[in-house]
Antibody, heavy 121, light 112 residues
Framework: EVQLVESGGGLVKPGGSLRLSCAASGFNLDLYTMDWVRQAPGKGLEWVSS????????YYADSVKGRFTISRDNAKNSLYLQMNGLRADDTAVYYC??????????????WGQGILVTVSS | QSALTQPASVSGSPGQSITFSCTGT?????????VSWYQHHPGKAPKPLIY???KRPSGVSSRFSGSKSGNTASLTISGLQAEDEAVYYCCSYVGGDTFGYVFGSGTKVTVL
């Protein structure tokens, strides 16, 4: 069974940093593009970032470009999101998600339960 | 990247069919057959319903179907059931100068 479990969320002050982790199990992580998707309180889903299996292609939403860094360690079955320069509008539930196992762009076939990040003074 | 446009809410009675839209541009929905749909119940992980504009993942009920014409994709739920009450999001691959995904604004489905 595919499982994605996020950790590392919490309360952080504006301008601060946080690193999210996603532990993957039940499949070969090194075969899949992985993503982060977030949902701000009362808002819709927003794609944040994607990373290809060998980290050779990485994409970011304009809203996080230059502040967030996605990475992965296939040997540790883990995905990460380093978030720097956090702002109040980064407050959201962050989901780790797996791309469908085809070429990039088909969407997300598995999701974690999400982890809350709150940016507030 | 602007969110894809979805109606804020749609409602129907049990057993009815409902269809709602997801409108984008030629850089996303219209440019590729790479639209996916998700069902989201509050506090739970989103569930994939459709990928590749009209394909259903294994295990998804045939009551859910997707289509696309031009810059607009659509999701149809037939034989509406109480458990279908949720928020539905479309999502499209974005190509051109940037790469990634864009989600729709979400449609709240209410079963009367």
């Amino acid at each position: 069974e595919v499982q994605l479990v996020e950790s590392g969320g919490g309360l952080v002050k504006p301008g601060g940093s946080l690193r999210l982790s996603c532990a993957a199990s039940g499949f070969n992580l090194d075969l899949y593009t992985m993503d982060w998707v977030r949902q701000a309180p009362g808002k819709g889903l927003e794609w944040v970032s994607s990373i290809h299996p060998r980290s050779n292609y990485i994409y970011y939403a304009d809203s996080v470009k230059g502040r967030f860094t996605i990475s992965r360690d296939n040997a540790k079955n883990s995905l990460y999101l380093q978030m720097n320069g956090l702002r109040a509008d980064d407050t959201a539930v962050y989901y780790c998600a797996r791309d469908f196992g085809y070429s990039y762009g088909y969407g997300f076939d598995s999701w974690g339960q999400g982890i809350l990040v709150t940016v507030s003074s | 990247q602007s969110a894809l446009t979805q109606p804020a809410s749609v409602s129907g009675s049990p057993g009815q069919s409902i269809t709602f839209s997801c409108t984008g541009t030629s850089s996303d929905v219209g440019g590729y057959d790479l639209v996916s749909w998700y069902q989201h119940h509050p506090g739970k992980a989103p569930k994939p319903l459709i990928y590749g504009a009209s394909k259903r993942p294994s295990g998804v009920s045939s009551r859910f179907s997707g289509s696309k014409s031009g810059n607009t994709a659509s999701l149809t739920i037939s034989g509406l059931q109480a458990e279908d009450e949720a928020v539905y999001y479309c999502c499209s691959y974005v190509g051109g100068d940037t790469f990634g995904y864009v989600f729709g604004s979400g449609t709240k489905v209410t079963v009367l």
